[in-house]
């Protein structure tokens, strides 16, 4: 065999490595079709719609594992931001602030609180040197618990939690053109041609994509996340500053959770913090691991996340179309999934250099 050929054919194995991602997304998408005895137009785009506040997430949660951390903290953030920000329209309501103006305001709220919870885990982390796992830990239980404590009564008053005890609701207005209605109308909105309506909120989702893809391929600070997740030291000793990346990465990763925190309030208008977000962690991580990003740092790519988020999406509308009779075991069914990806991405390299090197015993 030539070398040209040889080439030819490492070259294809090392492409094909590197969009498994693609691959999986494929194969439980055909499954799926399949199995649901063909799809409707909307519902195809109905996986983008249904995707797109855990894959926000998700790309948070990439940018962290890429520099070798996690962050355990994502859907209490979103939850936490999201519940303040009920609050905090309804006080701009309650004050005749001008719907424009308000829905501004409280989008840039859920902006701004996810952003500054984010640079505390960061800041935990990088600048103070506290293990990410048990910071983000510790932070995941602040966060939604103080999100529970406030929907009381006792602490808030129902015209500013808008809605009963223990859940956070944008109050209606009786003209029908308040924050929560006209954020409502831009969550439904979906645009271009009539045989291919996108819902906006799977737009986003994409659009953010596009934007730390191009960040972490074609910017210095992209590739000093991957420098810092491969080896902090040598990152360091180059002239790296790894304390200031790791905070800019769980800020980043905080300001995305605002991000979902607004988008979810235009989704559904209210959240009971006892539930929104509960294991979005591991949904976030779950569609890193199919994406292929790498659990020990410095490897994958951030365009493999939008098909894991779209896959994990898929494995959930697999489980309803499968209609197994208890949703008890649905997590049990996720979690072995997830396993048997982790198993694969680690395994795999194993597998494919003791091939090789009983190659080329052989040779």
């Known amino acids: 065999m030539s070398q040209n050929t040889l080439a030819t054919k490492r070259k294809l194995n090392l492409n094909l490595g590197q969009y498994v991602y693609i691959i999986i997304f494929a194969a439980l998408f055909l499954f799926y079709y399949i199995r649901s005895d063909g799809l409707t137009v909307s519902a195809i785009t109905n996986i983008l719609r249904h995707a797109a506040i855990a894959g926000i997430l998700s790309y948070g949660m990439a940018l962290i594992i890429i520099t070798g951390d996690i962050d355990l903290s994502v859907g209490a953030i979103m939850c936490a931001v999201a519940s303040f920000g009920c609050v905090f329209a309804n006080y701009l309501t309650d004050k005749g602030v001008p719907v424009g103006l308000g829905i501004l305001l409280t989008v840039l709220f859920c902006l701004v609180g996810g952003t500054l919870l984010g640079f505390f885990n960061g800041f935990m982390v990088g600048k103070a ?4 796992f048990i910071v983000t830990l510790a932070t995941s239980l602040i966060f939604r618990s103080v999100a529970k404590y406030s929907a009381t009564d006792d602490v808030t008053t129902k015209l500013l939690r808008g809605e009963s005890a223990n859940t956070y609701a944008m109050n209606r207005i009786e003209t029908g053109d308040g924050i929560r209605e006209l954020m409502s109308e831009f969550g439904k909105i979906r645009l271009f041609s009539d045989s291919m309506k996108l819902p906006i909120l799977g737009i986003v989702f994409i659009l953010i994509g596009i934007v730390l893809i191009y960040i972490t391929t074609s910017t210095k600070y992209g590739k000093r996340l991957y420098a810092v997740g491969s080896n902090a030291k040598a990152a360091h000793m180059a002239g790296i500053n790894v304390e200031w990346t790791r905070v800019s990465v769980f800020t980043i990763a905080g300001l995305l959770c605002g991000i979902a925190a607004a988008l979810w309030l235009c989704d559904k208008g ?13 949904y976030a991580i779950a569609a890193v691991v199919l994406g292929g990003i790498s659990m020990s740092g410095g490897k994958g790519r951030v365009i493999g996340v939008i098909f894991g988020a779209l896959s994990y999406t898929l494995i959930d ?7 197994i009779k208890s949703t008890l075991i649905n997590d049990s069914i996720k979690g072995l999934i997830l396993l048997v990806a982790i ?9 494919k250099n003791l091939i090789a090197s009983k190659k080329a015993k052989k040779a």
């Open 129 to 132: 040197k506290l293990p990410a």
């Open 270 to 282: 209210k959240i009971d913090p006892a539930t929104a977000g509960v294991n979005n962690e591991m």
């Open 317 to 323: 509308k697999i489980i309803i179309a499968l209609e």
């Open 343 to 351: 198993m694969i991405q680690i395994l795999g390299p194993q597998v």
